[in-house]
């Protein structure tokens, strides 16, 4: 699952399909909106910027299908129900609400502020957590709302001002730019909303 189709979202797909080439009998399905997988198939798998894995080693037997699903339609894969909620980035871009027995985590994708991912979440019971990008430092709000991106201050504003009754669903932070870090864990601190958190690295969640 994809939320969108900018480069460091995407980079290691390419990459899969070349190490799984003559590895699997069935193909890997890579699942997108409608924007993304046509940014794929334009401009990554298209015989150019890399082989196109779609009709490799034949077109019946592709290593990897790429599959457009239909923005607002639940998908069903395994034991798990996923919804993609479109969200505010410069390219068509989701977050996902995933469900699995009588537990869901919401993950935001990249977004700066706003709003159906909110209004989804609003009165849903078995809500375990969400997981939520914030990129920039408060300094470099203009960039952030520039890029599509949240900072500590937005994150915040967000919350508070759009998704108050969580009852204590926690809220864990991710898609800190590396230059930054120090000083996002500062601001994230100050902002003093109660249950937001940074997730750490080669950390493990269980809900």
Same mark, same amino acid.
């Not at 990897?64 to 639940?74: H, N, S």
């Given at each position: 699952m994809l939320t969108h189709a900018h480069f460091d979202h995407i980079k290691d797909v390419p990459l899969m399909a070349d190490l799984l080439t003559g590895r699997r009998d069935e193909p890997v399905v890579v699942h997108g909106s409608p924007e993304c997988i046509r940014t794929l198939r334009e401009h990554v798998f298209n015989d150019k910027l890399w082989? $196109?894995?779609?009709?490799?080693?034949?077109?019946?037997?592709?290593?990897? +299908?790429? %599959?457009?699903? %239909?923005?607002?339609?639940?998908? /069903?894969?395994?034991?798990y129900t996923l919804r993609p909620i479109p969200v505010c /980035?410069?390219?068509?871009? +989701? *977050? &996902?609400?995933i469900e699995k027995?009588?537990?869901?985590?919401? +993950?935001?994708? $990249?977004?700066?502020? !706003? $709003? $159906?991912?909110?209004?989804? @979440?609003r009165n849903v019971q078995s809500l375990k957590a969400v997981l939520l990008e914030t990129s920039f430092p408060n300094a470099l709000q203009r960039l952030a709302d520039q890029s599509g991106h949240l900072t500590p201050q937005t994150m915040s504003d967000e919350l508070t001002g759009k998704f108050p009754?969580?009852? *204590?669903?926690?809220? @864990?932070? &991710? /898609?800190?730019?590396?230059?930054? !870090? #120090?000083?996002?864990? #500062? %601001?994230? %601190? !100050? !902002?003093?909303?109660?249950? +937001? #958190?940074?997730?750490e690295l080669d950390e493990e969640l269980t809900y």
């Open positions: 082989p $196109d894995f779609t009709s490799i080693p034949s077109a019946s037997n592709p290593v990897m +299908v790429l %599959e457009p699903f %239909e923005l607002g339609k639940t998908l /069903h894969l395994g034991d /980035h410069p390219v068509e871009s +989701v *977050g &996902y609400l027995g009588k537990s869901m985590i919401a +993950v935001s994708g $990249d977004t700066g502020p !706003t $709003d $159906d991912l909110w209004t989804a @979440l009754m969580r009852n *204590g669903v926690p809220v @864990l932070l &991710y /898609h800190l730019k590396p230059a930054f !870090t #120090r000083q996002l864990y #500062r %601001e994230v %601190e !100050t !902002t003093g909303v109660k249950g +937001v #958190r940074i997730l």
